[in-house]
């Protein structure tokens, strides 16, 4: 089975110095047929004023993954965590048994343009923790971003869950097999793609559900798109 989440279908959260779209329930967004996608929880789009900001808020038994599309995104922990995340790079926070956070947009002039990610661990109450990295320019191929193990220089998570990203320019074509025993998340960041004959563009996603072959990735338009491809353990 295929799941179609268009863009225009998303949760929106505006709040003055905040542009939120939520792909699932989130905060005052409540939607009882969106709560998840198996352990992925939240796939927030936040764009946050100059100078504005999440002050600090406590989280448990979460692993928050931000990646940064534009601007400059200030963030601190109370695991000793922190540092300013920039386009194209992944920032990793294992809120373990409790940790107070807090993300501001780094600059005064300019606003910040990221997701935030939310996956469900498959360990309660464990140690907090933080990393951060490249996502990679990408072009050519997949990279690996997050794994349970750290392989390939990717951050290392605590869910049986992998994390791949691309930036298929137009006419690049790449492809995933699909195991029907996982679960298979696509995410459009920006850009355009056409997967197995369906057009989709930034805010677009699709998720994969007891489906076999495989998945076929074409980059459109005049600039690189930028996917997210999440391959997570069904529950």
Do not use: C
Not at 51 to 67: Q, W
Not at 163 to 186: C, I, N, T
């Amino acid at each position: 089975m295929i799941v179609e989440r268009p863009s225009s279908a998303r949760g929106r959260v505006q709040a003055g110095w905040l542009d939120s779209r939520h792909t699932f329930s989130f905060g005052g967004y409540y939607d009882p047929a969106w709560m998840g996608f198996g352990p992925l929880r939240v796939i927030n789009e936040d764009r946050v004023a100059a100078g504005a900001g999440f002050s600090p808020h406590r989280h448990a038994n979460m692993e928050i993954l931000s990646y940064v599309l534009s601007g400059g995104l200030a963030h601190k922990d109370s695991s000793g965590g922190g540092g300013t995340i920039r386009p194209g790079e992944l920032q990793w926070m294992s809120a373990g048994h409790g940790v107070e956070h807090s993300e501001y947009n780094a600059s005064d002039a300019e606003p910040v343009h990221f997701l935030q990610i939310w996956i469900q661990p498959d360990r309660l109450n464990a140690q907090p923790a933080y990393a951060q990295r490249e996502a990679g320019a990408g072009g050519e191929g997949w990279t690996l971003l997050a794994s349970p193990d750290g392989a390939d220089g990717s951050i290392a998570i605590r869910q049986q869950a992998w994390l791949h990203g691309a930036r298929p320019v137009a006419g690049a074509a790449l492809q995933r097999e699909l195991d029907p025993a996982r679960l298979y998340w696509l995410h459009v960041a920006e850009g355009e793609v056409e997967a197995n004959g369906r057009r989709l563009q930034a805010g677009d996603a699709l998720g994969y559900r007891e489906e076999g072959g495989a998945l076929r990735l074409v980059g459109l338009g005049d600039e690189a798109a930028n996917v997210l491809w999440f391959d997570l353990p069904a529950q």
